[in-house]
């Protein structure tokens, strides 16, 4: 006799939330934590180590680095051993380096850590990706994957803002041991999954995808405004000046949250409108919010700038993955999944590592502001997108799957 305590509703649409994705999202939280708990605190702990402000973005770019080659060779990696093996490696070496992060003040060492970190998220992104869609009815993708796209999301709301203050308050040690450890926690939850093979999605070659422009134009645009990302996540702590460290704190969590709700407001407007007609003014809002927070000794203008930047970042994480994911058929899936995660953390590192040896010569407002004019070259792209309308589909995946 099987017992349900959420018997299906009366139209019956099968039970959304679950046994296996409640265990799931403990995993998600517990990948995004350790993550962003510790993005912002490791750039500034290399930089204090006497590495001066191009070795926070080599911190930052080596974590991105490793992470878009993880990706790459994590599918076979969850083809062989299945979804539970391979996402309690990714959380292991998420987690382990993290306690071991601050023995040593060497650039080496930091550099070491985070591409082992950057290993294990990229393995936590395809494993436990691929595992989350399958536990969702597909008659409910969309809906569900909006909800663990917020169940991820809040880490990075709270965790940003709070690694920083915690830097203030504890030190660096007791964050990155912290960090390491909730992620290696949350791997008790892995044996309670499922263990299925990966989707024929997977079948769809990322070359193919790589030629296809539809698909490119998106990528491109997504590109240009992720390397803000990467900037203002590793380099604002250190731009704003040090008397107003609290600002830092606010802006960050800002930054987060405005990107999480117009996340949510994109994802409603795609199910009702053709979502290519945010791509131009979400790159022109994420262009905006990077030129006012070039005025870093104000900190109205940074709190304002990091909004819109947040705002335009939301728009364009989920209008530019809904498209992709229209122009292909399920088969492609997979590949609209590896383009649309390597210009996220590819963007994020290498506007990490172009700022960090930027600044040096222009200062942080100049860095900033010339960051802006980088991303309105995607103009173009965005542009063309916009003028050229997408049938509409059933369902679109929503948020990104992040861990």
């Known amino acids: ?92 070496l998420l987690g382990a380096p993290a306690l071991v992060l601050t023995l040593s003040g060497s650039m080496l060492w930091i550099v070491a850590v985070c591409l082992v970190r950057g290993l294990g998220f990229a393995v936590t992104i395809v494993a436990g990706g691929a595992l989350t869609v399958s536990l969702i009815p597909p008659e409910r993708r969309g809906e569900g994957l909006a909800l663990v796209g917020i169940v991820s999301g809040v880490p990075s709301l709270v965790g940003l803002p709070l690694g920083v203050w915690l830097v203030e308050q504890v030190g660096y040690t007791p964050i990155c041991v912290a960090g390491g450890l909730i992620a290696l926690a949350s791997i008790a939850a892995v044996p309670g999954l499922p263990d299925r093979e990966l989707g024929v999605g997977h079948a769809v070659g990322v070359a193919a995808g790589l030629r296809t422009a539809a698909l490119m134009r998106p990528v491109a645009v997504f590109t240009a405004t992720a390397l803000g990302a990467g900037i203002v996540v590793t380099f604002l702590p250190l731009a704003v000046p040090a008397a107003s460290a609290e600002v830092v704190t606010a802006a960050l969590f800002v930054q987060s949250a405005a990107a999480m709700a117009a996340r949510w407001a994109a994802g409603r407007h795609g199910d009702r409108r053709d979502p290519s007609g945010l791509v131009l003014p979400g790159l022109l809002v994420c262009a905006a919010g990077m030129l006012l927070t070039a005025f870093t000794a104000s900190p109205a203008a940074v709190l304002a700038g990091v909004a819109l930047f947040g705002i335009g970042f939301g728009l364009m994480q989920n209008a530019t993955l809904t498209l992709m994911y229209g122009r292909v058929p399920s088969a492609g899936h997979a590949t609209v999944t590896a383009l649309w995660n390597f210009a996220y953390d590819a963007g994020m590192g290498a506007g990490a590592l172009a700022f960090g040896a930027l600044a040096p010569h222009t200062g942080y407002p100049w860095a900033f502001a010339l960051t802006a004019a980088v991303m309105l070259t995607a103009s173009v792209p965005a542009w063309r997108d916009r003028t050229r309308p997408v049938p509409p589909t059933p369902a679109h995946p929503g948020p990104r799957l992040t861990t």
Request: glycine share 12%.
């Open 1 to 92: 006799m099987t017992v349900t305590t959420n018997p299906p509703p009366a139209s019956g649409r099968p039970p959304l939330v679950t046994t296996p994705l409640l265990l799931r999202f403990v995993s998600i939280i517990g990948a995004s934590t350790s993550l962003f708990l510790l993005l912002s605190v490791v750039p500034i702990y290399a930089d204090s180590a006497g590495g001066g402000g191009s070795s926070a973005g080599l911190a930052t770019g080596a974590l991105m680095l490793t992470t878009v080659i993880g990706e790459l060779a994590a599918p076979r990696l969850v083809s062989r051993f299945g979804y539970r093996v391979a996402l309690a490696a990714g959380l292991f």
